[in-house]
């Protein structure tokens, strides 16, 4: 079974970075096929769309609250996608959680497109931003 595994999560202070990483498990297959997004859900609030990259261009796309410190990206010949995390606040603590699509319109369509639109996701990462 397809699966995405993500790591790379921990407990930073206020201001520090992390990078997530987004590895597909289960069998070979050719990432650049999928459209990539990143999630998170805080405690007691909703799941948020936070970025998405599309697989036909490489577009990006951002949440209002992360954009300018997070970025988004993938190398295809390593079936891995990123997720760039910089000047990092207390209000990004959260799991954070990868989705991929085999729809590559996604991204366009929506910019930051509904869980529903994902065929696949992972099991999530924990992002502690404390001091």
């Known amino acids: 079974q397809l699966q995405f595994v993500e790591s790379g999560g921990g407990l930073v202070q206020p201001g520090g970075s992390l990078r997530l990483s987004c590895a597909a498990s289960?069998?070979?297959?050719?990432?650049?096929?999928?459209?990539i997004g990143w999630f998170r859900q805080a405690p007691g609030k909703e799941h948020e769309g936070v970025s998405c990259i599309s697989s036909s261009d490489g577009s990006t796309y951002y949440a209002d609250s992360v954009k300018g410190r997070f970025t988004i990206s993938r190398d295809n010949a390593k079936n891995t996608a990123y997720l760039q995390m910089n000047s990092l606040k207390p209000e990004d603590t959260a799991i954070y959680y990868c989705?991929?699509?085999?729809?590559?319109?996604?991204?366009?369509?929506?910019?930051?497109?509904?869980?529903?639109?994902?065929?696949?996701w992972g099991q999530g990462t924990q992002v502690t931003v404390s001091s």
């Open positions: 989705a991929a699509s085999l729809d590559t319109r996604i991204c366009v369509l929506y910019d930051l497109p509904p869980g529903y639109e994902y065929d696949y």
């Open positions: 289960g069998f070979t297959l050719d990432l650049d096929y999928y459209a």
